[in-house]
């Protein structure tokens, strides 16, 4: 029974996270061919010992090689990083003073804060990223009401640009970001800033002193948790974005659908995934970190 | 109990030269309806021990508060030391707090935690280490410097708090329940701790408590709080012996209350309590007028206890043991007298084998003195 229970996580990773792993791996050492399914080799468990050799020896880097031969895909992927560093950073300087409030809002409002940050998850996010065309389109809302307003006399270019790619960021995960900070803020005993100021501090240096360095664990889970899903974005720059928008997302779209190349497709995905394992595995120490100092 | 260098007895409220540290004048706080403080004056003097002490939600709290600037009155006027205070906000104040949860810094060291009230005087690093090694060795935690908070033990902390909040060399420490946090007997150190650390440092500190025993241990003065109001401000002694009213009688300590009316005020007062018995006699404990309803207030303790009719002794009644009480250096007699009112006794178990000679269904007679009781207005 006990080994039927810790065998579960075990059967559901295999079966859904190895085995694809193992398939894409196995696709990306491929070569394109036109063919259903458009790679070749295939393993043909008929033909025995040697069939299963004649397959393997197949398997080459040659995708691999490829990535480093054309500019893009490197260009793709610092690009990548640089917009979800960027993202990341505006995420945080957006959300931290909204999980502030909302951890310094009378408690009786709390909930309803809480609700309101929640509330967006409840429509697709492939709507909610629509609608943003429409606000940011030269014809859009937003040009309508800075015409109106008379801040600016020609309508700005603003969808298919970079700008709307960190708008539509921004919005999409400003909840992992403010909900982690909000949690280390609210548990914070209201006190420790009431001693920091009655040792000398004002309540600016109280914030930094204090608050800031309490945040600390909240801040660093929101931002991995927004830096994360990031760097692989394909919907938003390929909505939002305009040519000139590179990210490996977009990339590795194209290369599956486009030029149906999924052999290089694949090994664009392997080696994103590879790049990305830092950072999870740095997200999964701070977490241990913070549940250690707790206890 | 502080006790000056010379040898008369530490009292400065008694010396009318004496100038007080903290003038409180006519101050009263009110949150919306509520008043939580209602127009209280009071004057502590430097190096008191000073005690606030009252049930939850007297306004004990909401007055040390004041003192270090986290509320201002609604009106009325703070001084400390002939300053002052209503424009002064908390990080300007020559007053340290030490809070209840003891508010630590858990991102800090215990040594960084010391170091931090230090650290925004500006002062340089040889300085602030000194000074800090000084408070480590005061409250005995040079070991512990490097720990963070929850890597040391409550009473640490507790200890941690108190260096931190002593660290400025405040000209006033505000206490906030410094020991509610402890298990008894720590406590019990602690406090002897406490006074001997306010002894050596000079420092004038203010302690809020809701444990009577706490208070008549460590405090120099003791205000006794209700309802915003102070009730009595007195020494310990004083506070025990002669408590203005039956509030305080009944809050500090253990005490029979017995309820009746003024019947003489010739020698002593005299109240009578039931029909056909004689009035118990004790001392005015407050200006009385014949005929007033009042209640005599006697500490267990002060009664004796006999088989036989004491006959040197005008107070005293007969009545039925209901409860022995056992406590190890004392027993506790409940004896019910036949009018319905229950008495309390203590009798000190002096010797290991003593023989006991009351037990449970006994006719005992209880007496005392004439100066044992108090007559209170009710």
């Known amino acids: ?295 | 109990m502080a006790v000056s260098g010379k040898d008369d007895v530490f009292a400065p409220w008694k010396d009318a030269t004496a100038e007080p540290l903290i003038k409180i004048n006519g101050v009263t706080k009110r949150f919306g309806d509520f008043t939580a403080i209602d127009n209280i004056s009071l004057e502590i003097y430097p190096q008191e021990f000073f005690a606030l002490l009252g049930p939850s939600g007297c306004g004990k709290t909401t007055l040390m508060r004041m003192l270090a600037g986290f509320e201002t009155p609604t009106s009325g006027v703070i001084s400390i030391d002939g300053q002052d205070m209503s424009t002064v906000p908390p990080n300007k104040r020559a007053v340290n707090m030490m809070f209840q949860s003891y508010a630590l810094f858990p991102h800090l060291s215990v040594w960084e935690n010391i170091a931090f009230g230090l650290r925004r005087d500006g002062l340089d690093k040889e300085k602030i280490a000194a000074r800090v090694e000084e408070m480590l060795k005061l409250v005995q935690l040079g070991k512990f410097a490097k720990r963070k908070p929850h890597q040391i033990s409550g009473g640490q902390r507790q200890r941690v708090a108190l260096a931190r909040s002593l660290a400025k060399a405040p000209k006033l420490l505000l206490l906030d329940e410094p020991l509610g946090a402890l298990d008894k007997k720590l406590r019990q150190e602690t406090q002897f701790e406490l006074m001997d650390i306010q002894e050596k440092t000079g420092t004038t500190f203010v302690i809020v408590t809701h444990d009577q025993e706490e208070a008549m241990t460590v405090a120099s003065r003791v205000a006794v709080m209700d309802h915003g109001q102070l009730i009595q401000v007195e020494t310990p002694e004083v506070i025990y012996e002669q408590p203005n009213s039956v509030y305080v009688a009944d809050f500090i300590g253990d005490v029979n209350l017995i309820e009746g009316s003024v019947s003489g005020l010739d020698s002593g007062a005299e109240l009578a309590w039931a029909e056909g018995r004689d009035p118990l006699i004790g001392q005015p404990g407050a200006s009385l007028s014949k005929g007033q309803s009042a209640s005599f207030a006697i500490r267990p303790e002060k009664i004796a206890i006999s088989a036989e009719e004491p006959q040197d002794r005008r107070n005293r009644v007969q009545g039925k043991i209901l409860d022995i009480g056992y406590l190890g250096n004392l027993s506790t007699y409940h004896v019910e007298l036949p009018d319905g009112p229950i008495i309390k006794c203590e009798v000190g178990n002096r010797s290991r084998i003593e023989r006991r000679d009351f037990t449970w269904e006994d006719e005992v007679w209880l007496s005392w003195s004439d100066t044992a009781g108090l007559v209170l207005p009710r």
Do not use: H
């Open chain 1, 1 to 295: 029974m006990r080994r039927l229970l810790v065998g579960v996580p075990y059967v559901w990773l295999l079966v859904l996270f190895l085995v694809p792993f193992g398939i894409v791996l196995k696709i990306s050492l491929s070569d394109i061919a036109l063919a259903i399914p458009p790679y070749t080799p295939t393993l043909d468990l008929s033909g025995g010992w040697a069939g299963i050799r004649e397959f393997f020896s197949q398997l080459d880097l040659e995708n691999y090689v490829f990535l480093t031969s054309d500019d893009l895909y490197w260009k793709a992927y610092l690009s990548s990083l640089q917009i979800a560093v960027i993202a990341t950073f505006l995420t945080l300087l957006a959300g931290f003073p909204i999980a502030y409030g909302m951890a310094r809002a009378p408690e009786e409002w709390r909930p309803a804060l809480l609700m309101l940050v929640i509330l967006p998850f409840w429509t697709s996010f492939l709507i909610r990223v629509y609608a943003w065309i429409g606000i940011l389109s030269t014809e859009g809302f937003l040009n309508q009401f800075l015409l109106w307003t008379g801040l600016i006399s020609e309508p700005l270019t603003i969808l298919n640009t970079n700008t709307a790619v960190y708008i539509g960021i921004v919005y999409t995960y400003l909840p992992f970001m403010i909900l982690p900070i909000y949690a280390t803020l609210e548990r914070m005993d209201a006190s420790l800033l009431e001693a920091a100021e009655d040792l000398g501090c004002s309540r600016i240096q109280a914030f930094w002193l204090v608050t800031l360095p309490l945040a600390r664990p909240g801040v660093v889970a929101g931002c991995f948790l927004v830096f994360i899903p990031t760097l692989g974005e394909f919907v938003i720059p390929s909505l939002l974005g305009g040519s000139d928008t590179l990210m490996i997302g977009k990339v590795l779209w194209e290369e599956f659908f486009n030029n149906r190349d999924w052999p290089v497709a694949s090994a664009v995905a392997i080696i994103l995934l590879l790049i990305l394992i830092v950072p999870i595995i740095l997200f999964q120490r701070n977490q241990q970190l913070n549940r250690e100092a707790e206890q």
